[in-house]
C-alpha cells in the first residue's frame, strides 16, 4: 500500500530552497506547527485528550481535572480584585477546557473573556464548547492598544518556535533543516554567533535552546498589559537548571498519541513539537519590558496555595486521585511552572504565598 504523500512537505521543500538550501529551525517548526490548514495546530486532528483511542496526542491540566481551572480561578479572581479589572485574556485556548472553567468559577465576576488563538481548527471547538456566554466570550486576531484585565496562558510558552544551538568540538552552531543525497529531510549545522544566555561548562558537544520568540511575547505582552497580570503555566526550568552541563541533547521533544520521540523531521505537521522554558529569561524579558515579578514557582505549590486540599476532601476517589496528579512531582506538580508577571506594583498574589522560587530565576 502506498503511504499518502504529507501535504505540508512541498511547503517545507519550498521554504528550504528559498532560503538558499539551509532553513532555520525556528522557521521549520514555525510551518510545522502553524502553517495554515496544514500545521500540527492549524489542521483539524484531536490534539487534547487522555487516552490514545481518543485520536489525542497529550493532556494538558483543565482536560486531567476540572481542579486545575477552580483554582486558577481563585488566583484570577485575586488578581482581577487587586487589579481593579473585569476582564480575563487567554492565551491559546486549546481545547476550550480552560476557559469554560474559569467561566464556571467566576460567575459574575468576568465582563469579558477575550481568547487569542491562531488555530481555525480550534477556534471552532472552543466557540462550540463556549457557546453557553454567548457574547461574552470573544476571539481576536489582534491586540488592543491596551489590555486592562488578567492575563492567563496554560502550555502557550512551550509552543513557540525557538532556535537550536549545537556546540560541536568546541565550536557553536545554529541546527537547521536541509535535504540530504537521499532528498530526505536532514540536519544541518552552520557556525553562528548565537550563544546561549549563559557559558555551558565543558567542552563536550551540547544541543540545547534559546527562546527569541517566547521572549518577544513577553516583550510584547508587556506593551501592550496597561493594567492588571499574567500567569503563565508551562514545563521548565531556571536558566542555571536549563543550561546544566548535563542536559547535553536539549529539551526539543515532539508528542503523538501520547508517545514522546525526538525527532522533528519525520510525521512533521502530524505531531507536536516543543521545548521547555526558560523561565529565567521570560522574566527577565518581562522586567526588561517594565513589568513587575509577582512570583515563580511549581504548579504543586501554586495549586495547593490557592486551596487544593479543600478542593481534594470534596471529591470521590477516583476524581481525587486525577486531581493529585496535578501536583506529585512524579506527574504534573514539579515539572510544571507558574511564572506571574504584572504593572502596578506587587499586590501579594495567593498562589505565591509558600514556596515562591522567584530567587532562583
Known sequence: MTTPANPLDPLIRR?????????????????????PGLGYYANASRKFGALPDSGSDFITAPELSPVFGRLLAVQVGQAL??????????FGAGSGALAAQLLAALDGRVRRYTIVDVSGSLRARQQERLAA???????????PQAIEGVVVGNEVLDAMPVQLLHRRAGQWHERGVAVDEAGALAWRDRPTLLRPPVEVAGEHDYLTEIHPQAEGFMRTLAAHLARGAAFLIDYGFPEAEYYHPQRDMGTLVCHRAHRVDSDPLTDVGLKDITAHVNFTAMALAAQDAGMQVLGYTSQGHFLINCGLLSELEQL????????AKLVMEHEMGELFKVLAVGVGGDWGALGFERGDRTGRL
Open 15 to 35: 521554504a528550504i530552497a528559498e532560503s538558499g538550501g539551509w532553513l532555520p529551525f525556528d522557521r521549520f517548526m514555525q510551518l510545522a506547527l502553524y502553517a
Open 81 to 90: 480584585e487587586a487589579t481593579g479589572t473585569d476582564e480575563v485574556w487567554e
Open 133 to 143: 456566554w454567548g457574547s461574552q466570550v470573544q476571539w481576536v486576531d489582534r491586540l
Open 316 to 323: 470521590d476517589e477516583a476524581r481525587r486521585g486525577q486531581a
